[in-house]
């Protein structure tokens, strides 16, 4: 059965630091893994999307990478800012089937 | 852009209504889903739909039923509420059951039930 971990589940850093966010899972055969913002009370806004055949993925400050076979997934977050601020969580989806699977997801903080 | 809208974000019902959630996506996507999300449980997967009338259960889909009659639309049915229903509901859509595309989320409702 596949899980999916992120670690740790709460993180908190000065503005400009550059950091990494962890998305760990136990079965390989994804199709692909979507990296997800959610703020306070809200609905999760997508982020980035990785394949399957994908190392990584760059949008603006944001770079995902994904190594399949070591089952992970990195979200890295250059020059953080206090508006970067929210729960950040990463989803699998599994190879063959329509179901996405999420972790539970980094409480970030960035402290002006 | 792709936009998800979801009826309420707030509503409080007592034990035993019937309660709809409803949720439109403007992008003519053929999926959509209806996520439950909980503290420290993360989200999970309640119902999907791949077409007009086409659903399939997901993890957790006891105490609830779902309805599509058109392809925009997809409601969330909680037969008769109870407590432990209390949750943030998500709803969500991506284009193709067959295509690697992302998935939008709406706004989410927070469902208190008592």
């Known amino acids: 059965k596949q899980e999916v971990t992120q670690i740790p589940a709460a993180l908190s850093v000065p503005e400009g630091e550059n950091l990494v966010l962890n998305c760990s899972f136990t079965?390989?055969?994804?199709?692909?893994l979507q990296w997800f913002r959610q703020d306070p009370g809200k609905g999760l806004t997508s982020l980035l999307l990785?394949?399957?055949?994908?190392r990584e993925q760059t949008s603006g400050r944001l770079n995902a990478s994904l190594d399949k076979s070591s089952g992970r997934s990195t979200l890295y977050i250059a020059a953080s800012q206090p508006g970067d601020s929210a729960t950040y969580l990463c989803?699998?989806?599994?190879?063959?089937?329509?179901?996405?699977?999420f972790g539970t997801g980094t409480r970030l903080k960035v402290l002006a | 852009d792709v936009k998800v809208t979801q009826s309420s974000r707030y509503l409080v019902k007592r034990t035993g209504e019937k309660v709809f959630l409803e949720c439109v996506q403007d992008?003519?996507?053929?999926?959509m889903f209806w996520y439950r999300q909980d503290p420290g449980l993360g989200l999970r997967l309640i119902y999907f739909?791949?077409?007009?009338?086409?659903?399939e259960k997901g993890d957790i889909p006891e105490g609830y039923s779902v309805s599509r009659e058109k392809k925009e639309r997809f409601s969330l049915i909680l037969e008769s509420a109870s407590t432990n229903q209390t949750s943030m509901y998500l709803c969500?859509?991506?284009?193709?059951?067959?295509?690697?595309?992302?998935?939008?989320f709406g706004p989410g409702t927070r469902l208190t039930v008592t």
């Open positions: 079965d390989s055969a994804i199709y692909n």
């Open positions: 739909s791949y077409d007009v009338k086409m659903k």
């Open positions: 989803a699998v989806r599994l190879s063959g089937t329509y179901k996405y699977i």
């Open positions: 969500a859509s991506s284009l193709s059951r067959h295509s690697s595309y992302e998935q939008y």
């Open positions: 992008m003519d996507h053929e999926n």
């Open positions: 990785i394949q399957s055949s994908q």
